[in-house]
């Protein structure tokens, strides 16, 4: 009984720790490296994959440590499912932190996908139109010839690219800049 409680402690524990990561984490710098600006996937991608990871590894393990309850085949078969869905969606995020990019110069840009597939490289006067979904956090610019190229919001330095949008095109972006102001600062708002 007291493996249970030490796992489960330190499950809580890893869970506290990263959601206080969460609101500590600092997604303002892009990196530029020789004229080309890039937006890397933020942290939070990191510490929710390490939260997947130990919260998998927990319900794997669990059923292994009871197993002399009349209910072992029961637990073995659920823990089991979501450990595995923990554990995949873990490397899901690990491989958004690691690969998921956004990248622009001055006269082009590019995506990189989590599987580090990069975009053919689209100069600015191809971009037609972005939209932005609140539900999936997804950023979707329209090109002219209707290629789609889709990202998530939580990149690092996403400013940035907002900035370089208003000068290199004629797009009006003052709406998506006032929803991501509001979105960078979801922990600070008042809810109720």
């Known amino acids: 009984m007291i493996i249970y409680q030490i ?30 600006v890039t937006l890397p996937a933020s942290k939070i991608f990191y510490y929710l994959g390490i939260t997947c990871f130990t919260l998998g590894i927990f319900c794997l393990l669990l059923p292994w440590l009871s ?6 085949w029961l637990m073995l078969q659920v823990m089991s499912t979501l450990g595995i869905v923990f554990v995949i969606g873990a490397i899901f995020l690990w491989l958004t932190y690691r690969h998921h990019r956004l990248s622009f110069d001055r006269h082009e840009f590019w995506v990189t996908s989590f599987r580090s597939k990069s975009s053919t490289r689209q100069s600015w006067e191809n971009l037609e139109e972005i939209r932005w979904s609140l539900l999936s956090g997804k950023i979707t610019l329209l090109l002219k010839d209707g290629t789609r190229l889709k990202f998530t ?7 940035e690219f907002i900035n370089a949008v208003e000068k290199r095109t004629p797009l009006k ?9 509001k979105s960078k600062d979801w922990y600070k708002q008042d809810l109720f």
Do not use: C
Request: avoid cysteine; proline fraction near 2%.
């Open 67 to 72: 197993y002399e309850e009349d209910d072992w």
């Open 7 to 36: 796992l489960l402690y330190t499950t809580i524990a890893i869970v506290v720790l990263s959601l206080l990561a969460l609101t500590t984490v600092d997604n303002s710098q892009a990196i530029i490296t020789k004229g080309v």
């Open 173 to 181: 972006v003052k709406k998506f800049r006032e929803y991501h102001q």
């Open 153 to 159: 919001q939580f990149l690092s330095g996403l400013p």
